[in-house]
């Protein structure tokens, strides 16, 4: 048995599972706890993004300078992009000047030294991935064009003037690459001659098939660099790869991230007609799906080798590569790769298993000196259930599915001998994502007051290699549906958790993964769909430009698969769930609008389906409100006590009723 199976007996009293009063309160996860993100440094300077929730989920740029910590933005400035929905690379720093995109309405900013001054109004553009050239002169951003409303928003590659002064309502950035359906990446070499992107075209998404491309970057006296001689290095339509991450090391050579062997793994692209040179190979990956902007696998260092993250079985590594030796690295647990500080070793977003993630600047094999934690947690070590990845056998002999397994663990309380766990399943969105080991409220607030979770890396998750990626295709509803199940039957087969009570839970992807479970087995008790996919027929003709073609690999081209699309869809399945379900679900929402889950409901409640559906103004695709994230935890568990039949407070009780209104939050 697992260290993590046995926290389960640590506490001293004894209740029944998912009675246990709980330290992880919903003021604690709501109000207390800030988002960390985007860790980057600037010579000695660290900067890093929080989102607030106390703020109404503001985002602020903040910096540490020597010793001290301070807001670089102030209110109410937002430093976030909605470029491809999901943003990233919302702002850039270079010898102390600092560019950054305000969410609210696509502005571009920059901060040297005093009052924030505005290089764009936006006005219907918006950027991201913003990068400064060497010199800091020019700022290199993505910009998406949303101008013209009956057609999809343009991509291009722009450059701004830092120092021009311009009419910010009239500065859109000059174009150096259209064309493509998708941009990201712009990378200028170290001095300045040459510059790298990313580029991919419908329907293809980013760890589908890219294009890594490369020009020449000329400038002219005072006009704005433009490109030229254009070519690919990698990417060509004879074979699907996935590249991604460019960078240029310190000698000016590129690298990049490919899966050419199956795996992302890193490559230096030395001429225009030699093949890429894999410096590691590997049977795990270095890379992360292409969801935002700005994401950092690995860092070159000044001493030639190259710091890199690497993802095994689910979990997260830091090594060190030079001359194709492999050496691991004791650097905590971080999210991104680490960077380097000028003289004073690394920064990183750290994000262990058993503390909340904290931005962090260190040495490997040293405790590293915590600059902010997102929350201190009130709890004992052993209120913190741990990660136990399991394997199981998944359906039709296929192979291996991959889980993390989290026993309940409460320091003053344990279960009656005998009772076993209620298990909360944990399906992640994307679907092409990843459940990882990292401190979460998710898991948190179920394991500290008795329930087990089993966090399921079903086909179609990342860190498994491409192949394990490409179960999911033209299967999404089925292969996903299929492993969470089959991870449960191994959980209750081997005696972990009680087999009638278990719950699902999973927000956008995953909640189509909830739903149709709920339809395709009688395992599950009820289940929880956040801001959920219900009609992949909708979700195709109705949600953003990233991942209108998102479904032609999961599901196939739409409308010549409709038949596909209504089977695989929860609104056509309602017949089949018979247990309650819960909905909670954003106004502001583009990505799954809000009437997928109206429908769902309907439909629900006109067969006699126990459900409620709760709807919060001012959020999108992803709870950032204090108030509603506290009501959502409130309320979903409440609704597991409810239908488990365990003691719950009058005044959270779930309305679970027949009435077609929603309940506005």
């Given at each position: ?531 959920g996919v219900t009609d992949l027929r909708a979700l195709a003709q109705d949600t953003h430009k990233f991942e209108s073609r998102y479904l032609d690999t999961l ?42 889950a109206r429908s769902m409901v309907a439909a629900l409640r006109g067969r006699g389906v126990p459900c409620a559906l709760y709807e919060f103004e001012g959020e ?46």
């Open positions: 048995m697992t260290q993590s199976s046995t926290s389960a007996t640590t506490g001293t009293g004894v209740r029944p599972y998912g009675t246990w009063p709980s330290p992880v309160s919903a003021a604690l996860v709501a109000g207390k706890t800030v988002s960390l993100s985007d860790v980057r440094v600037d010579g000695r300077d660290i900067y890093w993004i929080e989102g607030r929730p106390a703020e109404g989920g503001r985002r602020v740029l903040v910096r540490a300078r020597a010793g001290q910590v301070e807001d670089v933005t102030p209110a109410p400035f937002d430093v976030g992009t909605r470029v491809h929905e999901y943003g990233g690379g919302a702002y850039a720093v270079c010898q102390g000047i600092i560019a950054f995109s305000n969410r609210r309405d696509g502005s571009l900013w920059l901060v040297e030294g005093g009052t924030p001054r505005c290089l764009s109004t936006g006005a219907g553009l918006w950027y991201a991935d913003l990068t400064f050239s060497p010199d800091g002169r020019f700022l290199f951003c993505v910009r998406e064009d949303h101008r013209a409303e009956d057609e999809e928003p343009a991509a291009a590659i722009v450059v701004l003037d830092c120092t021009a002064t311009v009419d910010p309502a009239f500065n859109g950035g000059t174009p150096l690459v259209m064309g493509p359906d998708f941009l990201s990446s712009p990378r200028p070499s170290p001095d300045g001659r040459y510059m790298a992107w990313i580029e991919w075209d419908h329907p293809a998404m980013p760890w589908d098939a890219t294009r890594l491309r490369v020009a020449t970057l000329l400038q002219e006296g005072d006009d704005p660099p433009r490109l030229a001689a254009p070519w690919s290095a990698a990417g060509d339509d004879a074979q699907m790869e996935s590249v991604i991450e460019p960078c240029w090391d310190a000698a000016g050579r590129l690298l990049a991230l490919s899966d050419r062997s199956g795996w992302w793994n890193l490559y230096r692209f030395d001429t225009t007609s030699s093949p890429p040179v894999a410096l590691a190979p590997m049977e795990a990956e270095i890379g992360q799906p292409h969801w935002v902007f700005g994401l950092r696998s690995y860092v070159p260092l000044a001493d030639g080798s190259i710091l890199a993250m690497v993802i095994n079985d689910g979990d997260t590594r830091m090594v060190s590569i030079r001359d194709g030796v492999v050496t691991p690295l004791d650097l905590g647990h971080p999210s991104g790769c680490p960077v380097p500080v000028e003289r004073d070793g690394f920064a990183w977003l750290d994000a262990p298993p058993d503390n909340a993630a904290a931005v962090v600047r260190g040495q490997p094999g040293h405790a590293p000196q915590v600059l902010r934690r997102a929350t201190e947690l009130p709890l004992a070590a052993a209120d913190i259930a741990r990660p136990a990845p399991i394997h199981f056998p998944l359906p039709g002999g296929e192979g291996t599915g991959h889980a993390f397994f989290y026993a309940p663990a409460n320091a003053r309380y344990r279960g009656p001998d005998g009772e076993k766990p209620p298990l909360v399943v944990v399906a992640h969105g994307g679907p092409t994502g990843r459940a990882n080991p990292a401190f979460s409220f998710k898991v948190q607030w179920w394991t500290s007051r008795g329930f087990a979770v089993v966090d399921v890396n079903y086909g179609g998750s990342t860190g498994f290699g491409r192949a394990y990626r490409q179960r999911l295709e033209r299967q999404w509803g089925v292969v996903d549906v299929d492993d969470c199940i089959a991870a449960c039957q191994y959980l209750a087969t081997t005696g972990q958790v009680d087999p009638a009570r278990i719950v699902i839970r999973g927000s956008s992807a995953g909640g189509l993964t909830v739903l149709l479970a709920l339809a395709r087995s009688s395992l599950f008790a009820a289940g929880t769909s956040l801001y599901v196939g081209p739409y409308p010549a698969d409709e038949a596909t699309y209504l089977a695989r869809s929860p609104i056509t399945q309602v017949a089949d769930i018979r247990v309650p379900v819960l909905f909670l679900q954003g106004l502001d929402d583009r990505v799954v609008p809000p009437a997928q999108g695709h992803g709870f950032r409100q204090e108030a509603t994230i506290r009501q959502a935890w409130e309320l979903e568990l409440a609704f597991y006590q409810q239908v488990l039949r365990l003691p719950v407070s009058p005044a959270l009780r779930v309305a679970l009723i027949a009435d077609p209104q929603p309940s506005h939050a």
